[in-house]
């Protein structure tokens, strides 16, 4: 079989909280040739305390992909790791083994390999384990379908939206039904997440297009690219990246928010809020909202300016290079 057909599996030994602290977006996992799936179980339920973390891959893993993985899990540090080539038929399904659904705000995110029932009144969609970050299950991402949430709880309305850094699609999905009438744009430097995102409308039966109610793609480095800016001033701006990313765009994201707007930004760790909110205190954006932990969201309005100060045009700026896909 030609090593663009295979799928392998690495699995290590590791302890209940190394697999609950496992965080699919840790940084350190852009250094791997390829981010793989993970899946944790227990293989004994008589030794509660003893799992194995499972890493799926679409080509066999370099050495050094292996010992970066083993150097996540302290306990596995000695462990000899288990290689194995499985068949390409079965790849989805071992990778989406031990996914649980998520329930954030009145949202229920869950993979096809689901069997049960959704809970009464949840907004159910369907996602699947994939190349794109953003399946519901990483803090950051269920943290911000909370926050959209709340928001539309409150009472809150917007009619321009935009999720700069979609991943799978979720978060664009998510907003346009709370705000069903609204133009929504979705965009990620992964053309990757693009093609993701693509496939997710579909199963779960959102319309794509650029009227009102659908959701467009593209992809886009930042906010550089003309349906973006076409499109703005956003009311709603979400950008689930990382704090460098958001840091850097800064200036660019602030250019494209109405005055009034709505910023929600995760992906950043609690030690790192203080940076990030330095950054769009100095383009005019206050915080309104942040809930608590280790991966907390947080809301910010963009204050209202008057006289000389007054943008009379959308800044087209972006402070993300084109095809920097580096601190993404």
Request: charge should be negative.
């Amino acid at each position: 079989m030609a090593d663009d057909l295979e799928s392998w599996t690495l699995t290590l030994p590791c302890t209940r909280a190394e697999a609950e602290m496992l965080d699919h977006e840790d940084a350190r996992l852009w250094d791997l040739s390829e981010i793989p799936t993970f899946a944790a179980r227990e293989p004994d339920p008589a030794k509660p305390e003893a799992w194995e973390i499972a890493a799926y891959f679409s080509q066999k893993p370099k050495a050094a992909d292996i010992k970066l993985i083993q150097s996540l899990f302290p306990s596995a540090a000695k462990a000899k790791p288990l290689l194995e080539k499985v068949a390409q038929q079965d790849w989805v399904t071992l990778s989406q083994q031990g996914l649980e659904p998520v329930r954030a705000g009145r949202f229920f995110i869950h993979t096809s390999n689901y069997t049960g029932q959704v809970p009464p009144g949840a907004i159910s969609f369907q996602i699947e384990a994939s190349r794109a970050f953003g399946t519901g299950g990483h803090e950051t991402t269920s943290r911000c379908l909370a926050m959209l949430d709340k928001l539309a709880q409150q009472g809150a309305h917007f009619r321009n939206i935009a999720d700069i850094g979609t991943g799978t699609g979720l978060l664009a999905f998510a907003a346009r039904h709370l705000w069903p009438i609204a133009d929504v744009t979705a965009s990620d430097i992964d053309p990757i997440s693009i093609e993701i995102s693509d496939e997710n409308a579909a199963v779960n039966g959102v319309p794509l297009g650029q009227m009102p109610g659908q959701v467009a793609l593209c992809v886009a480095s930042g906010t550089d690219h003309e349906l973006i800016q076409r499109r703005a001033p956003y009311d709603l701006i979400i950008a689930n990246i990382l704090a460098g990313p958001l840091i850097e765009l800064a200036p660019a994201l602030s250019a494209i928010l109405a005055e009034g707007g709505t910023l929600i930004l995760a992906g950043l760790l609690d030690r790192q809020v203080d940076a990030v909110r330095r950054a769009y205190w100095r383009q005019g954006l206050r915080l309104a909202d942040q809930d608590a932990g280790e991966w907390p969201c947080l809301r910010l309005v963009k204050r209202p300016r008057y006289g000389w100060r007054r943008p009379q045009r959308v800044n087209k700026r972006t402070s993300q290079p084109p095809g920097d896909f580096g601190t993404w």
